[in-house]
């Protein structure tokens, strides 16, 4: 009360704005003014670089409910190996990628939680955390890898990090044993409450790459807004000042925090402008395409072309959530998904899970084969110069383990991986050790990360 009493209400005008030449900011509410008043924002429409200097990318890439172990396990070990039934669409790749066999996510185990392990499975599967057991809006998890990279490399980029999906993310409610909908549904955590939600809409990627309008009308707007980049808070810098002396210490600290914000977005307004848009032959999409698989090769054609353009050199793309009981009528499975995977070891239901698995496998080399067309301005491929990681936080669906799991790690990492491979660990390993080991290699070096205890040193 004595803050008020010192700054008198009537000081500061009933609408209260910062004004400058060819500026006007509304204020957000104060407890100096005699109302509130009503804040609005006006919108206006030597990292990670390989040894030959080309850009180092990394892509993360989620499928649900575990596998057919015995159809995906390779026979031999290291370059003299035979790919398991599942790899076949990836045969012609076979020096482009390698598998292992011996990462773990321990913190997906039930322990003293109980019951949620697709939850917890998707949760850990890119920060090695624990998820707090809740169904609640107090989630709980940790950073995932792509965020990790993304607040040391993203400044390089137009985009710091895409996140990408076929189906809507959930941050509410309860979807497995108490676990929170966020858990299951977000694959990217740019802290441990705040969830990164997927872009399931093929358009609104594609203008995030290129920008919303015919061609010739993103480069005019891109041109109208530069011709006048001015700090807003350069042109009210006088009245701010002015304004200053006559709040109280609350209001203040409030403004300040406001004009922090302001600067923020018209700092990323202004990184975003220092990278031209890319330009593309490719048509916006029209929207989500009803066909699944033509939904996901759309999102990878986006993402590839992200990665060729250098818009982004992160991203994250779970094919459908964890837990998905999805059925694939295109390839004659009639049957949920989630319900295949708990197989209790009958045959029929194991074909039938092959048969997804080898679904899945298709669309990774897809998009494999689509970053190995593209090439950088060496000559190298895009896929060359990408670490791109694919697999699942669970192995055997119908026990819901959380050991040995499907693990591919495809591209050459600017000539720093060891791709044609098959990696047998011979223990279990935290997943997040690999992690660890990627992020080195785009010179992003942190001591941790969730469960990690050091690197894997033969990639």
């Known amino acids: 009360m004595a803050n008020q009493a010192t700054h008198p209400r009537h000081q500061l005008p009933r609408r209260s704005f910062l004004r400058g030449v060819g500026a006007c900011l509304a204020l957000p509410a104060l407890e100096s003014l005699s109302s509130p008043a009503r804040a609005f924002a006006a919108s206006e429409a030597s990292l990670a670089i390989t040894p030959s200097g080309m850009p180092l990318r990394m892509a993360f890439i989620a499928v649900p409910d575990g596998v057919n172990l015995e159809h995906w396990r390779p026979q031999g070990e290291g370059r003299d190996y035979q790919l398991g039934k599942t790899f076949e669409p990836l045969a012609d790749l076979k020096d482009k990628f390698q598998i292992f066999t011996g990462f773990e996510h321990k913190n997906a185990t039930a322990g003293n939680d109980g019951g949620g392990d697709h939850a917890r499975a998707n949760a850990s599967f890119l920060t090695g955390c624990r998820a707090l057991k809740t169904s609640g809006a107090n989630f709980r998890n ?7 990279a993304a607040n040391y490399i993203g400044n390089q980029t137009r985009l710091k990090s895409l996140q990408l999906g076929c189906e809507e993310g959930r941050a509410t409610g ?77 209001d203040r600290h409030k403004l300040d925090e406001y004009l922090d914000s302001v600067r923020t977005i018209e700092q990323q307004i202004e990184k975003a402008e220092r990278f031209p848009l890319p330009t593309t032959d490719m048509q916006p999409p029209a929207g989500i395409p009803e066909e699944y698989q033509a939904h996901m090769r759309l999102m990878f054609d986006l993402l590839a072309i992200s990665f060729q353009t250098d818009t982004t050199r992160l991203a994250t793309f779970p094919l459908a959530h964890e837990g998905s009981n999805r059925s694939f009528p295109e390839i004659g499975i009639s049957d949920g998904h989630h319900n295949l995977s708990h197989h209790k070891r009958k045959k029929e239901n194991l074909d039938k899970l092959a048969v997804i698995d080898h679904y899945y496998m298709q669309q990774l080399a897809y998009f494999m084969q689509k970053l190995e067309s593209l090439k950088d301005a060496d000559g190298s491929s895009v896929l060359d ?31 720093t991986l060891n791709p044609g491979r098959h990696v047998d660990l011979k223990r279990d390993v935290p997943m997040t050790n690999l992690y660890l080991s990627m992020l080195d290699r785009m010179g992003v070096h942190v001591e941790r990360l969730g469960d990690s205890t050091g690197r894997v040193a033969d990639l």
């Open 142 to 148: 940790g950073i995932s890898v792509d965020q990790v």
């Open 174 to 250: 309860n979807c497995d044993s108490g676990y929170s909908c966020a858990y299951q549904f977000n694959l990217s955590w740019a802290s441990p409450t705040l969830p990164m939600a997927p872009e399931v809409n093929p358009r609104a990627v594609f203008e995030q790459i290129f920008g919303a309008g015919a061609p010739s009308e993103r480069q005019q707007n891109l041109l109208r807004r530069q011709a006048r980049r001015q700090s807003i808070l350069d042109l009210v810098a006088e009245q701010t000042h002015s304004m200053n002396r006559k709040l109280g210490s609350n």
């Open 385 to 415: 110069n990408s670490m791109v990681v694919y697999g699942c936080g669970i192995s055997d669906g119908d026990r819901h383990r959380h050991d040995d799991l499907p693990i591919v790690l495809a591209g050459g990492g600017g000539g």
